[in-house]
C-alpha cells in the first residue's frame, strides 16, 4: 500500500488494539495459537507486520525439515495480522485463497516471516507473506486473500482472555 494510504487514515480500531497486545511479552494466546506453537507478533505499523518465530523441533519430518502443510498456518496467521492493521472495526475477515512458493526448506529458527498488505477493496484484502531463514536467505513465499465482511453479517465468536 502507498505511504499514506486509507491503512492510515483509520486511526485506532479494537484490530490495532490487538496487535499491540499480541506484540508484548505478556500476551494473551488463544488455545488454537497455543496448540499449533505459532506464537505471538514482534512489531507492526499500518500495512505491515512481523514475527521472529521460534522453529518448534516436534513440527520437523522424519528428514528434518518443516512439514510443509505449517507453511500456510504461518502465511494465514501473518496474513490476517497484517489485514488486521488496516481493518475497521465494522470488518471481519475470512479467508479465501492461500498460495505458497517454496524455495527452500526449513530446518532451524529462528524464521522472520514479514506480512504485507498488498491491496484492499471493498470486500477483498490481499497480502503476501515473506519466510526468511536466519542466514537472511527467502525459504518460501505466500500470498492470502481474505474476504471481508461488515460484523453484523459475520458474528466474532471465539475464546476470551482470562480477564475478559
Known sequence: MGATSQADMIGETHWRDRLSVLTSKDAYLPPVVRRLSLGALESWEPGQVRKVWELDPELLNPEGFLFGGYYGVLADQVGNFAAMTVMS????LRTTQLELDYFRPISEGPVTLTGRVTNKSSRLLHTEVDYLLPDGRLAAKARVV????PVNQSPIVGPKSPEE
Open 89 to 92: 472495526n465494522e470488518e471481519v
Open 146 to 149: 481474505f474476504s471481508l465482511r
